[in-house]
Nanobody, 133 residues
Framework: EVQLVESGGALVQTGGSLRLSCAAS????????IGWFRQAPGKEREAVSC?????????????DYSDSVKGRFTISSDATKKIVYLQMDSLRPEDTAVYYC?????????????????????WGKGTLVTVSS
């Protein structure tokens, strides 16, 4: 059974930091791009960042970020543990959202991040991040 389980969401003050985790199971981790997405109340879901498995390296950059988080968020992965992390620093109230991780087979990360509402094979259920002003 494929599972993506997010954790780490919390209430944090402006300027604070959080680290989200996405634990993956049930599929070949190195063949998938794992993206972080977020959806704020009343807004469309948007891609935040993506990291590609080793098998996706021929498709371009293995890491990409949306312009809204570049320089503040850092994505990383532990292939042994099959966990993708999203380190979020300098948080702002506009970062408040439910954060989801999703996986797609052999997708370039630039497509995951730069395409509006990309089709992804698997989705987690999300974790809530609230940034107070």
């Amino acid at each position: 059974e494929v599972q993506l389980v997010e954790s780490g969401g919390a209430l944090v003050q402006t300027g604070g930091s959080l680290r989200l985790s996405c634990a993956a199971s049930g599929f070949s981790f190195d063949q998938y791009a794992i993206g972080w997405f977020r959806q704020a109340p009343g807004k469309e879901r948007e891609a935040v960042s993506c990291i590609g498995g080793a098998a996706t390296s021929s498709f371009g950059d293995l890491i990409d970020y949306s312009d809204s988080v570049k320089g503040r968020f850092t994505i990383s992965s532990d292939a042994t543990k099959k966990i993708v992390y999203l380190q979020m620093d300098s948080l702002r109230p506009e970062d408040t959202a439910v954060y989801y991780c999703a996986a797609d087979l052999l997708s370039p990360c630039t497509v995951v991040v730069r395409t509006r509402d990309p089709r992804m094979d698997y989705w987690g259920k999300g974790t809530l991040v609230t940034v107070s002003s």
